[in-house]
């Protein structure tokens, strides 16, 4: 039959099966609706499928194109495979490129982990440059080993070992999806990247932590304000940097000298109180006071969509810059102030390792200095102990804030000017 032949017999829109081709045929519904049904045998069943309307693309099957997808599902047929069966299969997902992949795992990531934004971080700033917008299927070992060589060779071992742990995720959840056959991230271990990791044990003295604030105020050029406060709350007060950096206004209670952090927000998933010193309550008013109107203590420099404070990268690159470290790759590396005036490298997190060697130096008990750092209790005695040790740990973060505070100094004379005048139960 031809294409004349079949406008005819659409053109009456009487109920009809028309044999077109092999096992193709034309047939007209009660409603008068023309379309193309593919008929076979397959396993010893006779089998029907509608395979498309009658009618001009894109909406209807031309004659030739139905005569195309007949061939195919013949060939399927010969082949054992049913194409009925075929087409009830569920279509799950439709994703073609690494970042669709991963964009898919990282929405898994949400829901199970409690730091989704870290592999996130990592995917997007040292992975996707790379492959993102490459077809899943085209990505071979040797892309894998140049991203895990060029985060290596930055001198960030330990981000070279997480970023091939998530492309070796990536890749496994791509294999889930039925997109790939084979994992290329599979044949890498730690070693091809940042080599084999060792827990860290630096922690800084108290000389150290002097010198450390001086040369932030002999570099007020590129250390904020902020950050140098930053740095010393996470040293007295033991905090992990996202409880900190995330902080919002109306979690304190300066006059009764506590902040309470919620339980989303630490990693023990339990919300704690933390007693506020004596000598860190100035610092927190003066970073109200240079918060201006926002909700948060450490509010984003600059305009974001994602979020309304700082980014997890801000304190880790201030301190780099310090130790001479090229964070940026616009720029050329700064000095290395802190290397030149005697002080060992040390990251971030390190200060909260300072804060528990100076708890213990001073004679805390170790139950109560894991209680500051909001460590559980391990063992029967985090069973059975259900104290929280409020004052204990008040007492304990006091001493070691009279310790700190004389290094770091008082407010700068602009904000004691300012809030000098403020009650505060009216700051907070």
């Known amino acids: 039959m031809n294409d004349a032949e079949l406008r005819k017999i659409a053109s009456k829109g009487e109920p009809c099966m028309v044999c077109v081709d092999r096992s193709l045929y034309f047939r007209i519904s009660q409603q008068g609706t023309a379309f193309w049904v593919f008929r076979y045998s397959i396993n010893g069943k006779r089998r029907s499928q509608q395979i498309g309307r009658y009618g001009k693309p894109p909406e ?35 994703l073609k490129t690494v970042n669709e992949v991963a964009k898919d795992w990282l929405d898994d990531c949400q829901k199970r982990l409690a730091n989704p934004g870290i592999p996130e971080r990592v995917f ?58 084979n994992n290329p991230a599979s044949a890498f271990s730690p070693k091809d990247a940042g ?29 904020s304000r902020e950050n140098y406060l930053a740095y010393a709350i996470l040293i007295v007060l033991g905090l992990r940097k996202g409880e900190l950096i995330a902080a919002r206004w109306d979690e304190f209670d300066l006059k009764n000298k506590r902040w309470t952090i919620p339980k989303d927000r630490t990693k023990s998933k339990v919300e704690i109180t933390v007693p506020l010193p004596d000598k860190v309550i100035p610092w927190f008013i003066e970073l109200l006071v240079r918060a ?30 310090l130790f001479g470290k090229k964070v940026d790759g616009k720029k050329d590396a700064l000095p290395n102030k802190l290397g030149a005036a005697g002080v060992d490298y040390f990251v971030v997190h390190d200060l909260r390792r300072t804060c528990r060697s100076l708890l213990a130096s001073n004679g805390i008990p170790s139950h109560i200095a894991e209680r500051c750092l909001n460590h559980k209790l391990k063992g029967v005695e985090g069973i059975y102990d259900r104290y929280d040790y409020f004052e204990e740990r008040k007492t304990a973060l006091n001493e070691l804030a009279e310790q700190v505070a004389p290094l770091v100094g008082m407010p700068s004379s602009e904000i004691i000017s300012i809030s000098g005048d403020l009650a505060l139960s009216e700051l907070c």
């Not at 139905?66 to 009925?84: C, E, K, T, W």
């Not at 080599?195 to 250390?223: N, P, T, W």
């Not at 909700?295 to 301190?319: C, G, W």
Request: proline share 4%.
């Open 60 to 94: 209807g099957m031309s004659l030739r194109v139905a005569r195309d997808l007949a061939a195919i599902h013949r060939s399927m047929v010969r082949d054992g495979i049913d194409p009925l069966a075929e087409s009830k299969r569920p279509n799950l997902v439709n």
């Open 292 to 321: 201006g109107d926002s909700s948060y203590v450490f509010p984003s420099r600059r305009t974001s969509k994602r979020r309304e404070y700082i980014s997890d990268d801000t304190l880790n690159h201030a301190l780099a810059k």
């Open 124 to 181: 997007y700033k040292d992975i996707a440059p790379s492959i993102g917008d490459l077809a899943i299927e085209r990505v071979t070992p040797r892309d894998i080993l140049g991203i895990i060589r060029m985060i290596s060779n930055s001198g960030r071992p330990t981000i070279a070992n997480d970023a091939l742990s998530y492309l070796k995720q990536i890749f496994n959840h791509a294999i889930k999806l039925d997109l790939v056959q």
């Open 195 to 223: 080599g084999q990791e060792h827990a860290r044990h630096r922690a800084l003295s108290l000389h150290e932590i002097q010198i450390f604030f001086s040369v932030m105020k002999d570099c007020s050029e590129s250390i």
